[in-house]
């Protein structure tokens, strides 16, 4: 079984400070990681996934995941947010195996509020 | 390109009725997967289908079925509706040999009153 932490509910920051999410997980296998973001009224949107290779993987608006095996961490990050960063955001991992990695299980999420 | 889209946006039942939800996967995907995400509990894995066949289901009772059509389409149907269905049903989909990368829509509103 797999599971999932995101240690912070909520993560309020001003306009254009560095954020950071974190996120760690369990697993008895290797396993997929992946960053949702839910803005408002919407449905999930994938932001970022590492499946291999480098540890760094980055989105096309700014924010970064470092994949750290020996820490079971996924955290994301950002230099500097924006107003339109207020979203609820999601690590979701699955397993890198088999015909198991279908399913994907969620951390409860963390609710990032920019403030001006 | 189209994403995935589900019918309806909000849907209001009463407790005992039953709920359809309805999923339109991207073009070329042949996985369509169900969630709930419900008030406190998260995002919940619910179903998986493939090719037209139910090939998992998460930890929910038998009141929870659905279907997928040869056009790889899915309908998630909530039988005997109770308080704590209220929530919102996301449907995702993905490529048959690469489900863990799946692509979201943007969900129904089940309220059961």
């Known amino acids: 079984a797999q599971s999932v932490t995101q240690l912070d509910s909520q993560v309020p920051v001003f306009e254009e400070a560095p954020v950071e999410l974190r996120c760690n997980y369990s697993s008895s296998v290797s396993v997929y990681l992946f960053w949702y973001v839910q803005y408002p009224n919407q449905g999930l949107q994938l932001l970022l996934k590492?499946?291999?290779?480098?540890?760094l993987v980055e989105s096309i608006n700014g924010f970064e995941a470092e994949f750290n095996k020996s820490q079971t961490s996924f955290h994301l990050r950002k230099p500097s947010v924006h107003i339109s960063d207020t979203a609820e955001y999601f690590c979701a991992v699955s397993q890198n195996s088999g015909g198991s990695n279908y399913k994907l299980t969620f951390g409860k999420g963390t609710l990032l509020t920019v403030n001006p | 390109e189209a994403g995935v889209t589900q019918s309806p946006t909000h849907l209001i039942k009463t407790r005992g009725q039953q709920a359809t939800l309805r999923c339109s996967p991207i073009s070329g995907h042949t996985s369509v997967y169900w969630y709930q995400q419900a008030l406190g509990l998260g995002l919940q894995f619910l179903l998986w289908?493939?090719?037209?066949?139910?090939?998992n289901r998460g930890n929910f009772p038998p009141r929870f079925s659905g279907r997928q059509f040869p056009n790889y389409s899915s309908e998630l149907n909530v039988n005997a509706l109770e308080l704590e269905d209220s929530a919102l049903y996301l449907c995702?989909?993905?490529?048959?040999?690469?489900?863990?990368?799946?692509?979201f829509g943007p969900g129904t509103r089940l309220t059961v009153t």
């Open positions: 289908y493939d090719e037209g066949e139910e090939r």
């Open positions: 995702a989909s993905s490529l048959a040999f690469v489900t863990y990368e799946q692509y």
């Open positions: 590492y499946l291999s290779g480098s540890t």
